[in-house]
């Protein structure tokens, strides 16, 4: 059964600072992995999505890695703003669509 | 990337009715889609998983006579909370994906309370 890890539960960092987000994964065999934020009482806004053939994927100033084989995934988040507050979620998809989500990382940056 | 809209997008109901949730993508065939549920500060756990035409399978745990989907269309899937309860107050999402597409598209989410 796929479980979904992620670390820190929750982070506060000031304005400006660099910032690295945790994903574990149990099982190996997986489509492939989705980076969300989530905002409070709100739904789902997709970042990154990675295959299972690629390493990492880029957008402005978020960069996730994925690490198949030792079931890991990370976003970093450069230059971070206090917009960027907000929870991210880590997500993994195995055959079909069925999506397995880690708890997610509450971020607050602080202006 | 695909539309996938969820209507109501909150929603308050007394105990003991039943509330309906929509599921729509918009363009494109959705030959699957997936409800999501959400307790404050946790993170999205699947309930079930319908397939267009067919009976859902539900995820250990989630009473399927207590949440009817129906996914009836290729675009269209509902979610009934029978004899909501306040313990039934949760965020509900649904997520849609097509044959061959490469990601499954979310919803916006429906926030239910039950008092």
Redesign the interface.
């Given at each position: 059964k796929q479980e979904v890890t992620q670390i820190p539960a929750a982070l506060s960092v000031p304005e400006g600072e660099n910032l690295v987000l945790n994903c574990s994964f149990t099982d190996s065999a997986i489509y492939?992995l989705?980076w969300?934020r989530q905002d409070p009482?709100?739904?789902?806004t997709?970042l990154l999505?990675i295959?299972s053939s690629q390493r990492e994927q880029t957008s402005g100033r978020l960069n996730a890695s994925l690490d198949k084989s030792s079931g890991r995934s990370t976003l970093y988040i450069a230059a971070s703003q206090p917009g960027d507050s907000a929870t991210y979620?880590c997500?993994v998809?195995a055959g079909?669509?069925?999506?397995?989500?880690?708890?997610?990382t509450r971020l607050f940056v602080k202006a | 990337g695909a539309v996938v809209s969820q209507h109501p997008s909150r929603v308050i109901c007394k105990s003991g009715t039943s509330v309906k949730i929509e599921c729509r993508s918009l363009d494109f065939q959705a030959t699957t889609m997936f409800w999501y549920r959400q307790f404050p500060k946790q993170s999205l756990m699947l309930m079930a998983t319908s397939n267009e035409g067919s009976k859902a399978t539900y995820e250990q745990g989630v009473e399927k006579d207590k949440f009817l989907i129906n996914h009836a269309s290729l675009t269209l899937s509902t979610l009934t909370v029978t004899s909501a309860h306040p313990e039934d107050s949760s965020f509900y999402i649904c997520s849609a994906g097509s044959t061959g597409a490469t990601e499954a598209f979310f919803g916006q989410g429906t926030r239910l309370t039950v008092v």
């Open positions: 492939n989705q969300f009482g709100k739904g789902l997709s999505l295959q979620l997500a998809r079909g669509f069925k999506t397995i989500f880690g708890a997610g | -």
